[in-house]
C-alpha cells in the first residue's frame, strides 16, 4: 500500500509549474498531504575554481533567498488553496538539491512539470527532470509533455492506464495503478507491448493475466467487472512509447503509470522507454 502523504513540488515559476499545480493540488486533497514547494537555483560561476573557489561580492545569497521566498508563498496560496505547504528554496543543482530533499526529508512523491521548447518540445525532455528521473529512487509525477489540443487530462483521474513489461517489478507497478484507480474511482486499463521477435505473444499475454490476477487479490479488487476497477488488456508489439500514446489518446487516460525503477540498471521494455514514453504521452505519468 503506498501513500502520499509528503509531496515534493519544485517550482521554477514557469508557465508549466503553474499547469502542473492544479494536479497537485488534488493529489494532496485526496491524500491529505503536506506539500513541499522548493525553488532551487545555481550561483553564479566562480572566479576561481576548486577548493578555493570565490564567489563575486555582488551575489548576496540571503538576499536572493529573502526575495524567492515569499515569491513561493504567493504561489502556494494562488495555486494550492487549503493545503498545507512548506516554502523552500536551497543554493544549488537544481536536479541535486531536488533528489537530496527528497531522499533525506522522507518525501513520498516528486512532481515535476517537464519542459518542451518550440517545435522541438518532443525531443526534449529537460535535463533537470530527466536526472531526477535518474537518479530518484522514489515514485516521480511529470505532466504532460506534449499536451493535445483535443485530450485534457483531468487533475482527479477517471482511467488510468498501467503500462508493464513481464519484469517481476510489474507487479508493484500494476498493484500501485489499481490502488490509484481504487482511491479516485476511475477505470484501469493495462497495456503491454511485446518484445520485438517475440515468438509467442500469447505467453506474454498469459503472464499478463496471472498478474492481474495476483495484483488484484493484493487490492482486494475485482478485474474486468463494472465494479471498483475494470481492466481490460492489450496486447501489441512495436515502438512502447508510440504504442502506449496511442491507446492513451483512444481511451482518453488522464493518468499513464509505468515501471521506472532504476534506469541506469537491468534493461527492460519499459525502463529503456521511460523517456520517450514521457516525452510522447498526452497526458501525465506517474513512474515508479
Known amino acids: 500500500m503506498?501513500?502520499?502523504?509528503?509531496?515534493l513540488f519544485p517550482v521554477d515559476f514557469s508557465d508549466r509549474s503553474k499547469a502542473a499545480a492544479p494536479f497537485v493540488l488534488s493529489l494532496a486533497q485526496r491524500y491529505a498531504a503536506e506539500?513541499?514547494?522548493?525553488h532551487a537555483f545555481e550561483p553564479l560561476?566562480?572566479?576561481?575554481?576548486?577548493?578555493?573557489?570565490m564567489y563575486p561580492e555582488t551575489y548576496d545569497f540571503s538576499a536572493l533567498e529573502a526575495e524567492l521566498r515569499p515569491k513561493l508563498v504567493e504561489f502556494a496560496k494562488s495555486e494550492l488553496p487549503k493545503v498545507k505547504s512548506l516554502c523552500v528554496v536551497e543554493l544549488g543543482s537544481p536536479a541535486t538539491v531536488i533528489t537530496e530533499y527528497a531522499e533525506a526529508n522522507g518525501t513520498n512523491l516528486i512532481a515535476m512539470p517537464t519542459h518542451g521548447y518550440g517545435p522541438f518540445r518532443r525531443a526534449l525532455l529537460g535535463s533537470v527532470t530527466a536526472k531526477v528521473l535518474h537518479d530518484a529512487k522514489i515514485v516521480v509525477w511529470t505532466d504532460a509533455h506534449a499536451p493535445e489540443q483535443s485530450h485534457r487530462a483531468h487533475p482527479k483521474p477517471r482511467h488510468i492506464l498501467a503500462a508493464l513489461d513481464r519484469k517481476p517489478e510489474s507487479l508493484q507497478t500494476l498493484e500501485?495503478?489499481?490502488?490509484?484507480?481504487?482511491?479516485s474511482g476511475a477505470t484501469v486499463e493495462i497495456v503491454h507491448a511485446a518484445p520485438e521477435g517475440?515468438?509467442?505473444?500469447?505467453?506474454?499475454?498469459?503472464l499478463i493475466e496471472e498478474l492481474v490476477a495476483e495484483a488484484a487479490r493484493?487490492?482486494?479488487?475485482?478485474?474486468?467487472?463494472?465494479?471498483?476497477v475494470e481492466v481490460d488488456q492489450v496486447v501489441n508489439r512495436g515502438s512502447v512509447a508510440k504504442l502506449i500514446r496511442t491507446?492513451?489518446?483512444?481511451?482518453?487516460?488522464?493518468l499513464i503509470v509505468i515501471?521506472?525503477?532504476?534506469?541506469?540498471?537491468t534493461v527492460s521494455q519499459l525502463r529503456a522507454n521511460t523517456y520517450a514514453i514521457i516525452r510522447e504521452a498526452p497526458c501525465p505519468v506517474l513512474s515508479v
Open 2 to 7: 503506498i501513500t502520499f502523504n509528503k509531496i
Open 35 to 38: 506539500v513541499v514547494l522548493l
Open 45 to 53: 560561476p566562480p572566479i576561481y575554481g576548486g577548493m578555493y573557489a
Open 176 to 183: 500501485i495503478a489499481l490502488q490509484l484507480g481504487r482511491d
Open 198 to 206: 517475440e515468438v509467442a505473444p500469447l505467453h506474454s499475454e498469459t
Open 218 to 228: 493484493h487490492q482486494s479488487v475485482t478485474v474486468q467487472t463494472q465494479t471498483e
Open 247 to 254: 491507446v492513451a489518446l483512444r481511451r482518453r487516460s488522464d
Open 259 to 265: 515501471g521506472r525503477g532504476a534506469i541506469q540498471g
